[in-house]
């Protein structure tokens, strides 16, 4: 936030305006430099610099549809073959998890 002066006198009014610090390139000696400016204007200097920042303005893109998703279930394999996890009981689930906790997709337990 920056004090607006009097154009006039250079007095101090009361109001502020929202400056940004933006880091720019001196045109005749080639250093780095900051420059003060008005958001409005940081982001019109940003979009004319693509190498820098054209990752951040894509106005030419396509939104593209999310991708269908399906749910997920887990598999037990046990002797018998696969099992669904949904279909166990808590028994059964408890069984399988302290005797071979990797056909649950768990780490092995340390014994």
Known sequence: MVEITDKATGEPTGQFKTVVDFPETDPKTGKAVTMRKTPEEAIRRMKELPK???NLFTSNTVPRPAAPT?????IATTHQGPVDIRTLTPAQYREIRNTNPERLGLRPAYR
């Open 70 to 74: 399906k749910p997920t279930t887990r």
């Open 52 to 54: 820098a920042y054209g």
